[in-house]
Protein backbone atom coordinates (compact mmCIF):
# COMPACT_ATOMS: atom_id res chain seq x y z
CA UNK A 1 0.00 0.00 0.00
CA UNK A 2 2.90 2.34 0.36
CA UNK A 3 3.00 2.56 -3.23
CA UNK A 4 -0.67 3.97 -3.50
CA UNK A 5 0.31 6.57 -0.50
CA UNK A 6 1.78 9.17 -2.82
CA UNK A 7 -1.32 8.65 -5.45
CA UNK A 8 -4.00 11.39 -5.89
CA UNK A 9 -8.01 10.18 -5.64
CA UNK A 10 -7.96 11.89 -9.26
CA UNK A 11 -5.40 9.01 -10.34
CA UNK A 12 -7.16 5.90 -7.94
CA UNK A 13 -10.79 6.82 -9.57
CA UNK A 14 -9.22 6.76 -13.18
CA UNK A 15 -7.50 3.27 -12.49
CA UNK A 16 -11.00 2.37 -10.65
CA UNK A 17 -12.47 3.59 -14.16
CA UNK A 18 -10.19 1.25 -16.37
CA UNK A 19 -11.16 -1.30 -14.24
CA UNK A 20 -14.86 -1.12 -14.46
CA UNK A 21 -14.35 -0.27 -18.36
CA UNK A 22 -12.19 -3.53 -19.05
CA UNK A 23 -15.13 -5.43 -17.02
CA UNK A 24 -18.09 -4.09 -18.95
CA UNK A 25 -16.07 -4.52 -22.14
CA UNK A 26 -15.73 -8.46 -21.55
CA UNK A 27 -19.21 -8.50 -20.79
CA UNK A 28 -21.28 -6.34 -23.34
CA UNK A 29 -19.76 -5.93 -26.51
CA UNK A 30 -22.13 -2.93 -27.52
CA UNK A 31 -21.45 0.51 -26.06
CA UNK A 32 -25.06 1.29 -25.88
CA UNK A 33 -25.32 -2.00 -23.60
CA UNK A 34 -22.19 -0.63 -21.35
CA UNK A 35 -23.75 2.88 -21.20
CA UNK A 36 -27.25 1.16 -19.59
CA UNK A 37 -25.64 -1.06 -17.49
CA UNK A 38 -24.08 1.80 -15.95
CA UNK A 39 -27.04 3.82 -15.64
CA UNK A 40 -28.82 0.98 -14.29
CA UNK A 41 -26.43 0.80 -11.52
CA UNK A 42 -27.22 4.33 -10.69
CA UNK A 43 -24.42 6.77 -11.83
CA UNK A 44 -25.04 9.78 -14.01
CA UNK A 45 -24.30 10.86 -17.44
CA UNK A 46 -21.10 12.54 -16.49
CA UNK A 47 -19.85 9.57 -14.80
CA UNK A 48 -20.71 7.01 -17.04
CA UNK A 49 -18.74 9.07 -20.06
CA UNK A 50 -15.72 9.13 -18.41
CA UNK A 51 -15.77 5.37 -17.63
CA UNK A 52 -16.26 4.47 -21.26
CA UNK A 53 -14.32 7.69 -22.99
CA UNK A 54 -17.32 9.20 -24.44
CA UNK A 55 -18.67 12.92 -23.57
CA UNK A 56 -22.04 13.40 -21.29
CA UNK A 57 -23.75 14.17 -23.95
CA UNK A 58 -23.11 10.79 -26.18
CA UNK A 59 -24.14 9.13 -22.65
CA UNK A 60 -27.39 11.21 -22.38
CA UNK A 61 -28.45 10.75 -25.91
CA UNK A 62 -27.27 7.19 -26.18
CA UNK A 63 -29.84 6.37 -22.72
CA UNK A 64 -32.81 8.34 -24.54
CA UNK A 65 -32.64 6.21 -27.99
CA UNK A 66 -32.58 3.49 -25.63
CA UNK A 67 -35.52 4.38 -23.76
CA UNK A 68 -37.71 5.35 -27.42
CA UNK A 69 -36.59 2.16 -28.23
CA UNK A 70 -38.38 0.52 -25.14
CA UNK A 71 -34.87 -0.73 -23.99
CA UNK A 72 -34.89 0.80 -20.63
CA UNK A 73 -32.24 3.06 -19.34
CA UNK A 74 -31.91 4.91 -16.35
CA UNK A 75 -34.26 3.66 -12.96
CA UNK A 76 -36.23 1.07 -15.68
CA UNK A 77 -36.17 -2.41 -14.90
Known sequence: MD?????STTDL???????I?????????????KVQKLA?????????????GKPANYVTATLSQGRKRGGGGRGKQ
Open 3 to 7: KLAGE
Open 13 to 19: ARRIDVL
Open 21 to 33: FLQLDQKFPSMTD
Open 40 to 52: EAGLNSGEIGRIV
